[in-house]
């Protein structure tokens, strides 16, 4: 893999563990342990206006709690989707990069065509669950960031390997024009003689 290429894989393979980490599902449930705490701090307390006072705090707590994260629901509609996405661009990249240039430049190029669309597709994706709530401000910054470092970096590979590409395109061209030429030259040097010898 080349320098840049490697270094684009090293950022697709952080953005890949970040949406893994990013994406885990969050439990609005309170775990039996934090029960077991309450009950017990309860039944330590001697007035009942003490057992009101803590159980009023303990209901606030519950009902304010706004744990950021995915549900379980939230998680299959988009979590499961932006793992999907980073996987396919760290694949896109190994499958690009492992192209013959020479031979298979327009392959090369369909691949990071399919990195930048996945990382606009993430981008998108981010935008909607931070629109839902889902998560903060600071993971967006933070996400988005990720997938910029690696959307331009495939934009810079892309048109690098694009100028290339249509140099060998045209290269290419110029010798199927020369090829043609060389078969209709010789087509009518055919015809042109035959036409002599039937005189």
């Not at 691949?111 to 981010?126: A, F, N, P, Q, R």
Request: glycine share 4%; proline share 1%; charged share 35%.
């Amino acid at each position: 893999m080349a320098e840049k290429e490697f270094l684009l894989g090293n950022r697709a393979r952080e953005l890949l563990r970040y949406t893994n980490q990013a994406t885990r599902v969050v439990s609005d449930d309170v775990s039996p342990k934090d029960v077991r705490k309450i009950i017990r701090r309860i039944a330590e307390l001697e007035d009942i206006r003490d057992v009101k006072k803590v159980c009023s705090q303990v209901t606030h707590v519950l009902d304010d709690k706004n744990r950021e994260g995915f549900t379980r629901s939230k998680y299959r509609l988009y979590g499961e989707e932006l793992r999907e996405i980073a996987k396919g661009i760290v694949r896109d990249i190994h499958s690009a990069n492992n192209k013959h240039f020479a031979t298979e430049y327009q392959q090369r190029l369909d691949k990071i065509d399919d990195i930048l669309d996945g990382c606009t597709l993430m981008l998108e994706y981010i935008q909607i669950c931070y629109d839902e709530g889902i998560i903060s401000l600071k993971k967006v910054e933070t996400w988005t960031k990720k997938v910029n470092d690696v959307k331009y970096m495939a934009a810079s590979w892309r048109k690098n390997d694009g100028g290339r590409a249509r140099k060998l395109a045209a290269e290419e061209q110029a010798a199927e024009d020369k090829r043609q030429y060389s078969i209709a030259a010789s087509a009518c040097r055919d015809a042109i003689r035959a036409a002599k010898q039937g005189y």
